[in-house]
């Protein structure tokens, strides 16, 4: 239904030792949004993408995923999940690894090669599906991660930094393609240390020290700091929370 919370977060902290990764984070997201969650590296995006999904458990509060308190199995086959490490076997081939991986979400082979068609014609690795993904670049088993993540047609799918090591063409081409699934009603959350990137979602939250800085639609955020673009933007917002503290 449009309209509906299929991501909710409500206070989740997590530790690891004396590190806070999350600090008391709330996050809600509606079904059909692109949802970008941008911040530098060690901000706590990746921890709170395995935290949503049900990867990690959170020392406090709670995460609720498409209704459901997480973590919870009846919740995987609609979702999607592109880790930030690579979620790949290296041993086989690319449309194998899709093969594989269509078999563990309850996908006949036809049905997987149907998609993974048009999947490797996005990422553009059509003409390397027979390639054992270990002979690949970085960025080449990023696009196989993202491929796979996308594989089932999941209603809410979590991208963590799908962009990284991607030339700026085509990573135009993923939030195109990004854009064009949340107008079919999906649901993505995207995290990116590239501020700018999240101007093409309809909100960002801007993440720092495991707390969001501020949330709402880039152009909200950028009135809210009088500047012209979301890296300007950010950094504002970073001096002021440090004048605060």
């Not at 206070?11 to 969650?37: E, I, M, N, W």
Request: with cysteine.
């Amino acid at each position: 239904m449009a309209g509906e919370q299929v991501v909710r977060a409500e206070g989740l902290r997590k530790r690891f030792g004396s590190h806070t990764a999350l600090d008391g984070l709330s996050l809600s997201v509606p079904q059909g949004q692109l949802y970008g969650l941008a911040g530098p590296n060690g901000a706590g995006k990746t921890t709170l993408i395995r935290t949503l999904c049900g990867l990690l458990r959170p020392d406090e509060g709670e995460a609720h995923l498409l209704g459901w308190r997480m973590p919870n199995t009846r919740v995987r086959s609609q979702l999607g999940y592109m880790p930030q490490d690579f979620a790949v076997y290296d041993d086989l081939s690319v449309i194998q690894n899709l093969e594989f991986f269509g078999e563990l979400y309850g996908l006949h082979r036809a049905h997987v090669r149907g998609r993974a068609d048009g999947l490797l014609d996005l990422v553009q690795l059509a003409d390397r599906r027979r390639d054992r993904v270990g002979s690949l670049s970085g960025g080449m088993r990023r696009r196989v991660s993202l491929a796979i993540s996308l594989l089932h047609k999941p209603r809410l799918a979590f991208l963590d930094e799908p962009t990284a090591g991607v030339d700026p063409k085509l990573r135009r081409s993923f939030w195109d393609y990004f854009s064009a699934l949340a107008e079919q009603d999906v649901t993505l959350v995207v995290t990116t240390h590239l501020v700018e990137e999240a101007q093409r979602c309809h909100r960002v939250g801007f993440l720092m020290a495991g707390r969001l800085l501020t949330e709402g639609t880039p152009d909200e955020i950028l009135a809210q700091t009088g500047k012209t673009n979301l890296d300007d933007a950010f950094i504002e917002l970073q001096e002021r929370r440090e004048v605060k503290s």
